[in-house]
């Protein structure tokens, strides 16, 4: 079952390109439903963002990505299959929660 902000290979040969890793944002609690909200994350060198705020920068593998949340979005739970999971950047919660907060409120 995935975990919030645990971080999963894309395997959709459409967008693994861009955004080869997806973060699972939905709480544990809400593990009960079908869905699930997940956020890209881009190769820092792969894109030059100016909108750092909404966009924290988290370390996946020794490389640095964007947490994309311009792009949040949803994925089937049956989707999300275990083999792809990387690992649990829970370590970077305040920064992607602030990041959240900032594009939904502007605070």
Known sequence: MPKQFDVYR?????????????LILQ?????????RIVVPLVSKNDIDLNKKRITPLVKINKSDFYVFTPAITFL?????NNKDFICNISSSRNEIISALDAIVTNT
């Open 76 to 80: 089937d739970a049956k989707k999300i």
């Open 27 to 35: 709480n544990d609690y809400f593990d009960d439903l079908t869905t």
């Open 10 to 22: 894309n395997p959709s040969a459409k967008t693994n390109k861009l955004w080869p890793f997806y």
